[in-house]
């Protein structure tokens, strides 16, 4: 089961000296927080300090300035940010298509020759490659669910798409099925393994052998991606 965690609330911003550049801090306090947390987006490349309830402001940031050489290091490993724009390159179930506009097509977006075809205004492009990415996850990943679920005979009540940035999917005691859409992005052994995993958890709610043995049963492959999302999976959240 999956719960949904407090927002935490914004405190302040600062800007923190890393190698000699001034780097954002955004400060923020959270009641469930029980330690000191430092942590680098993977998709904004923002540097978020968590405070405890009752942690002084000035102890969390003494705590980051002790902590420059991790985050120095922590932006030299952030994977180059990828807009969605004309001539950029973008995965498809892993496999490299170039965003291509021709806006005087009238044929919205589409995919085709190893290309992502997008008419209509440019202003418009980024927002039409994203819906366009967000529908295709939904299709590629409610087929598979439901052919999976099927070999279970465990019905899920639906498939939710999110953006998430801690975990790639998740399965709630309801039944209710949500990954990120960015999955679409990801190899194609990668999206199976994902939805075959959550899958499993309509069966067993846990990670017991009985679980593992299942997934393997759903899914081709269960070694190989998990590596690459352990290894690649934050390069996805750099797109767009």
């Not at 927002?7 to 469930?32: F, T, W």
């Not at 440019?122 to 490659?129: E, S």
């Not at 759903?218 to 797109?239: C, F, H, I, M, Q």
């Amino acid at each position: 089961m999956s719960v949904s965690p407090v927002r935490p609330h914004i405190l302040c911003a600062h800007s923190l000296s890393v190698g000699g550049e001034d780097v954002a801090l955004a400060v923020q306090r959270s009641r469930r927080a029980r330690r000191l947390t430092l942590r680098v987006d993977q998709r904004s490349g923002e540097l978020q300090l968590v405070l405890p309830q009752r942690v002084p402001l000035r102890e969390g940031l003494d705590f980051a300035e002790r902590k420059v050489d991790w985050i120095r290091d922590q932006l030299a490993a952030l994977a180059p940010q990828r807009p969605f724009v004309d001539g950029a390159v973008v995965p498809y179930l892993g496999a490299p298509q170039i965003i291509r506009h021709v806006p005087g097509a009238r044929r919205g977006v589409w995919r085709e020759a190893g290309s992502i075809w997008v008419s209509g205004d440019g202003d418009y492009l980024p927002r039409r490659v994203t819906d366009f990415l967000k529908r295709a996850a939904r299709d590629e990943i409610t087929a598979r669910a439901r052919a999976k679920a099927a070999t279970v005979e465990r019905p899920f009540a639906r498939v939710t798409l999110r953006d998430t940035r801690s975990r790639w999917g998740s399965c709630s005691a309801s039944g209710e099925l949500s990954f990120s859409w960015r999955l679409i992005m990801a190899p194609e052994a990668v999206l199976d393994y994902v939805v075959a995993h959550e899958v499993a958890h309509l069966v067993h709610m846990n990670h017991s052998r009985r679980f593992w043995t299942l997934v393997a049963r759903l899914t081709a492959e269960v070694d190989g991606p998990e590596r690459w999302l352990r290894d690649e999976g934050n390069g996805l959240l750099r797109y767009g």
